[in-house]
């Protein structure tokens, strides 16, 4: 799952850890759970703060009725009121708590008598007339003292009221809600921030317990991401895993896969790669198949019928130590192995990747294959020559190293095919089909009569004369094909990189100014060229031309094929 952002990602869906979800629900219900717990609790607390506030009034009012009644006393004796209200204010504030705490007094018309607020202000009447208007009702029908709700100065208050009739006043006790507000939300917000700085410490805990409960998982989860990245079945490292359930599933995907695994590796021995990988990344294979552009290689084994007959059963074995290197080198070149019937071999290229170097990728492994071949019968003389330093081989051994040189011959062509599946529901076949198919098996068997290891089609030539610089095409010939009308053009690809290759440069270009000679019916100067010319090649135009000094009539520069 290469990773981008936080989460590892499948295509644009991201893979949330389970652990990172079950916290994320455990952080919810905590917290959830937290806040609806104080706040409950302090919706509680505040009523009893309330009723504690309420009694503490009652009593500060008692308290304020009684100090009022003895600097009434006092007044009446010392005539001084204004220094015995200044002396009811200073005892009333002593009793405040709250920014906005306040006391009172106001006759039945509003005028104040005194006022003593906690934040220092004045009144000279009661400015709720409302309020001032149920206080005379009350006072009216015999109820001097209760509860009182008013406004001031924009706030709302609420307090505690009893008539003194010393004073011919009302005598009022009172808190503003703001404060009582106030004081709820202080508590809520130490209440707030204990909750999240537990909540953040919990979940530094919660994180280190959950990823190390949960380090399995992860494990999991990345080495699947791997194989879906990769296309690639593999096993799960659970080795330091504790003994859970969750590494049992891990136990059990592990034996499941490597049983997959096994048919998967069975599976690709007996079909294509591509095949294989549709298979795996579609999970399934139809009957389907479509036009393609290709480049088909066809390789066979020269004078298998005399190897069959020399080794009767052992040539299976001698056909496997051959096709363990040809496949090897057709697949090291992104080719895939269409089918092995007998000593030949059918090679794709372009179906898996890289199609525009599909032509010089099957060049390459031609090459690769004819050269590996060419080792196996070196190291055989080698060995030949070793038993014969001292013994001669007899007859039958004599004949058993013919058949173990193994000579082999290859074909390439391109174009547009049908690639695809056939057959039917219970049984197919992955398959190429079209003339090109047939003409690179064709360019195969003419490479016995010129004596080259490969031959390729000009289509070859046009498709890799643009892409590489290590081969060097020469033109063999033209030839017309049993069952065609038309001549084709055929070519052998030079490997300027391999020294064994190198000197016969100045061989091809001689061997080309004949076959122009030959082309345009001078025979007779081709003929000389080609006597010059050192290479098997030329042989076989010095004996088609015979001693004619010029080529038959209506000669077309085409030799015309009498068998396939």
């Not at 290469?2 to 893979?15: E, L, M, N, S, W």
């Not at 009447?125 to 206080?135: I, N, R």
């Not at 330091?240 to 034996?255: E, L, R």
Request: charged share 25%; aromatic share 10%.
């Amino acid at each position: 799952m290469a990773k981008k952002r936080f989460f590892q990602y499948v295509g644009d869906t991201p893979i949330i850890p389970i652990s990172v979800k079950i916290l994320a629900i455990f952080i919810s219900l905590i917290l959830m759970s937290n806040f609806m717990t104080n706040l409950i609790s302090v919706q509680l607390s505040q009523r009893q703060v309330t009723e504690l506030t309420n009694r503490l009034t009652v009593t500060q009012l008692k308290e304020l009725y009684k100090n009022a009644s003895s600097q009434y006393q006092i007044y009446s004796y010392k005539k001084n009121k204004e220094e015995c209200l200044e002396t009811l204010k200073n005892s009333a504030k002593e009793e405040f708590s709250n920014r906005h705490s306040l006391a009172l007094g106001f006759d039945r018309t509003g005028v104040a008598l005194f006022c003593a607020s906690a934040d220092g202000s004045d009144l000279l009447s009661f400015p709720d007339k409302e309020a001032l208007a149920k206080l005379n009702d009350d006072y009216d029908n015999g109820i001097i003292e209760g509860q009182i709700n008013f406004e001031l100065r924009g706030a709302e208050y609420h307090g505690i009221y009893k008539y003194s009739e010393d004073w011919n006043v009302y005598l009022v006790r009172a808190e503003s809600k703001n404060d009582t507000a106030r004081y709820k939300i202080t508590i809520m917000a130490i209440i707030t921030a204990v909750i999240l700085i537990l909540t953040v410490i919990f979940v530094a805990l919660g994180v280190y317990m959950f990823r190390a409960l949960f380090v399995s998982i992860s494990k999991i989860t990345n080495s699947l991401y791997d194989m879906q990245q990769k296309s690639q079945l593999s096993t799960i490292d659970i080795d330091d895993a504790p003994n859970d359930d969750i590494t049992y599933m891990a136990a059990s995907f592990n034996s499941l896969s490597v049983s997959v695994n096994n048919l998967l590796t069975t599976f690709q021995k007996f079909v294509s790669k591509d095949v294989v990988s549709k298979a795996y990344t579609d999970h399934t294979i139809k009957l389907e198949g479509m036009q393609r552009e290709l480049t088909i290689l066809f390789s066979d084994i020269k004078s298998f019928t005399y190897r069959t007959e020399t080794l009767g059963n052992e040539i299976i074995d001698l056909l496997n130590v051959h096709y363990n290197n040809v496949i090897h080198d057709v697949h090291e070149e992104n080719g895939v192995v269409g089918s092995i019937i007998g000593d030949a071999i059918l090679a794709i290229f372009g179906s898996l990747k890289n199609p525009e170097l599909k032509s010089l990728e099957a060049i390459d492994a031609g090459w690769r294959i004819t050269y590996v071949t060419a080792e196996l019968r070196e190291k055989m003389k080698a060995q030949r020559k070793k038993i014969e330093e001292t013994r001669k081989l007899t007859a039958a051994e004599d004949r058993i190293y013919k058949a173990v040189l193994l000579d082999i011959g290859v074909g390439i062509d391109g174009g547009t095919v049908f690639y695809g599946n056939i057959g039917s529901d219970e049984h197919m076949t992955n398959t190429v089909i079209g003339d090109n198919v047939n003409s690179a098996s064709r360019l195969e068997g003419v490479t016995r009569i010129y004596h080259l290891p490969i031959v390729v089609s000009e289509y070859i030539v046009d498709d890799v004369k643009d892409k590489t610089d290590r081969y060097k095409f020469y033109e063999i010939d033209t030839i017309q094909v049993k069952g065609k009308t038309k001549g084709k053009k055929i070519f052998f690809p030079l490997d300027t990189e391999n020294e064994s290759q190198k000197g016969l440069e100045k061989q091809f270009d001689i061997y080309e100014e004949a076959l122009q000679a030959y082309y345009e019916g001078d025979w007779k100067n081709a003929r000389k060229l080609f006597k010059s010319v050192k290479m098997d090649v030329a042989e076989v135009f010095l004996e088609r031309m015979g001693a004619r000094g010029n080529a038959p009539d209506k000669w077309r520069g085409i030799w015309a094929m009498t068998t396939k």
